[in-house]
């Protein structure tokens, strides 16, 4: 990765490097402090993205050497994370479902319900109703650059998606409650099962177009390109590290009829950013017949 751009003055030497806010943690795991470590040493200044939003590292300092000496082992750091599978997913591929009010508010019925009868509570374990969806595929989309590709793939194969369905609306039936990992004592992920109207393979179908379109660009990286796919709207979630018993639900939710719902629209989402409708901030949209 090249950087992004350099500025020289008499007294002042800057280069900016692309890489916004996924690899900061990257550079301070190098032994903890080095970016103040490497400030010290180099005589330099380093300005880290502020947010989610940017994807340039500056750093400013009196020698030109001594910029450029860091610009290279930052550099370094950065293009070992772009091969590192521990790179974090920044955006993903999302089929919204919380445009259904219906929908959301079954959604927070459930969690009342659920947090009144059991000991489980609290927002690290039930997702937002307003984010509800369905994810297709994830992406590491970790500058401007990698973001505009993603929304230029996104929008040429808008055509292809409605050809793929012959035109035609695709809804789906949410039915039940399963476990996705875990056991029923110890789940970790529970999620509705998706039954797709008019047969699983329509919806299947888009979603293939999606994939190999955004593997053609190389927005995907090679390990996520073997992933099956596995439609499912994610209704709690305790994360790697905690588990939940389920029991008590699945057996009072377990043929819970959640609806039937049309799916319009194809969304490139960015995760941890939030739109003013709650769901997650917009980067790319096209809609579905």
């Known amino acids: 990765m090249a950087s992004e751009g350099s500025t020289s003055s008499r007294n002042k030497h800057s280069i900016s490097l692309k890489g916004g806010a996924s690899f900061f943690r990257f550079i301070k795991e190098k032994g903890g402090s080095m970016p103040e470590e490497l400030e010290k040493e180099l005589r330099i200044r380093m300005i880290f993205p502020s947010s989610r939003n940017e994807d340039s590292i500056i750093i400013e300092g009196a020698s030109l050497n001594g910029v450029a000496r860091a610009a290279e082992r930052i550099q370094h750091i950065i293009d070992e994370a772009v091969k590192s599978s521990a790179l974090d997913n920044t955006h993903f591929i999302s089929l919204p479902l919380a445009i259904h009010p219906q929908l959301v508010d079954k959604l927070v019925n459930f969690q009342n319900s659920v947090a009144k009868t059991s000991s489980l509570s609290g927002k690290y374990i039930f997702i937002e109703p307003k984010t509800f969806h369905l994810t297709v595929l994830m992406l590491r989309l970790y500058n401007k650059e990698r973001v505009d590709a993603a929304f230029r793939v996104l929008e040429g194969i808008a055509g292809e998606l409605k050809d793929t369905l012959g035109g035609q609306p695709v809804s789906i039936k949410l039915k039940g409650l399963d476990i996705m990992r875990g056991s029923r004592d110890k789940a970790q992920v529970l999620y509705a099962p998706v039954e797709v109207v008019g047969g699983e393979d329509r919806l299947l179908r888009v979603c293939k177009v999606i994939t190999d379109a955004f593997i053609k660009g190389g927005l995907v990286f090679e390990k996520d390109c073997q992933r099956a796919l596995k439609l499912?709207?994610?209704?709690?979630?305790?994360?790697?590290?905690?588990?939940?018993?389920?029991?008590?639900i699945l057996e009072k939710y377990g043929s819970e009829k959640w609806g039937e719902y049309r799916i319009p629209?194809?969304?490139?989402?960015?995760?941890?950013?939030?739109?003013?409708n709650g769901y997650y901030h917009c980067c790319a949209s096209i809609p579905l017949p």
């Open 232 to 248: 499912h709207a994610t209704v709690m979630n305790a994360g790697h590290r905690r588990t939940f018993d389920a029991r008590g």
């Open 265 to 276: 629209q194809v969304h490139l989402s960015q995760r941890f950013v939030f739109d003013a």
